[in-house]
């Protein structure tokens, strides 16, 4: 999905607090175009930092972190709990496995939903637009694959950064399911990951081309397209769903290819 452009330069730096990531944090910074240093603390002006550390690569504005962190979804990926998540409900089709589908998440960010639809078998390739959200999942990743237990989900996630609607309309991976959550990452409970999540609006703007982002996902022609909203959230584009599965917080609307062949 296409964000307006920010310049890096501006506001961001990267650094590392050890010359061991001192190769990855000088490859980052020369692939944003931005600062590097190797820093044990943030101390040069900049609003905001991506640091390598034994912890992983985090963004920082010198006070809240945000990392992509895959290892505190385990729970999520026990049987019991993962089919029974609304959007590996939404997902499934009728007569086909999981490991037959191929998924294309258009709206990646950190990967979370991504990761719970590759949990349950299927195959998922992530747009993220984002360079720097990009690195962040990208890294994350990279450690979830040095994990026994989160290795093999890995293997099912792939990502692209660049623009989902032109990739969409190129339609290379020729996907079962398309799945949008354009909200990201405004929705969030605790005030606390609200405020982490506040480090992002400096980076990523929210979708302002909502009618392109769905038709470029109808122009692919999957079986489905999976949209999450808000509970109360309008239709996204303003086009009603063939059917939606709601839970507590959020929905998911589903328009399947019939409908899509029929009213769009």
């Known amino acids: 999905m296409k964000y307006e452009k920010i310049n890096y330069k501006e506001i961001l730096s990267v650094i590392c607090t050890d010359v061991e990531y001192e190769k990855k944090g000088e490859h980052l910074a020369e692939h944003l175009g931005v600062d590097f240093g190797i820093k044990s603390e943030v101390e040069n002006g900049s609003k905001l930092y ?3 550390s034994e912890k992983g690569l985090t963004l920082t504005d010198g006070k809240l972190e ?5 290892s505190g979804m385990r729970r999520r990926l026990k049987t019991n709990n993962l089919y029974g ?3 590996v409900k939404a997902a499934g089709i009728k007569g086909r496995s999981n490991e037959t589908l191929n998924v ?5 960010g950190l990967g979370e939903d991504s990761f719970l639809l590759a949990g349950a ?19 994350a990743m990279h450690r979830a694959a040095g994990d026994p237990e989160l290795s093999d989900v890995i293997q099912r996630m792939k990502l692209i950064e660049g623009d989902s609607i032109e990739g969409m309309k190129i339609n290379r991976n020729k996907p079962d399911i398309i799945y949008l959550d354009p909200m990201f990452p405004e929705r ?7 405020k982490k999540f506040q480090l992002l609006h400096h ?7 909502e009618e392109s982002l769905l038709n470029a996902a109808i122009s692919a022609s999957p079986m489905r397209i999976i949209i999450k909203r808000p509970l109360k959230g309008a239709f996204l584009g303003g086009k009603k769903p063939s059917y939606s599965l709601s839970g507590k917080a959020v929905r998911y609307d589903c328009i399947a290819t019939g409908f899509i062949n029929e009213q769009f």
């Open 85 to 87: 998540e609304l959007l």
């Open 50 to 52: 991506l640091k390598y």
């Open 188 to 194: 969030k409970k605790s005030s606390l990951v609200k």
């Open 66 to 70: 945000l990392r992509g962190d895959f």
């Open 121 to 139: 078998g299927y195959n998922v390739v992530m747009y993220e637009s984002d360079p720097v959200i990009a690195a962040l999942l990208k890294d």
């Open 104 to 108: 294309v998440d258009a709206t990646a």
């Open 203 to 209: 980076l990523e703007r929210p979708c302002d081309d």
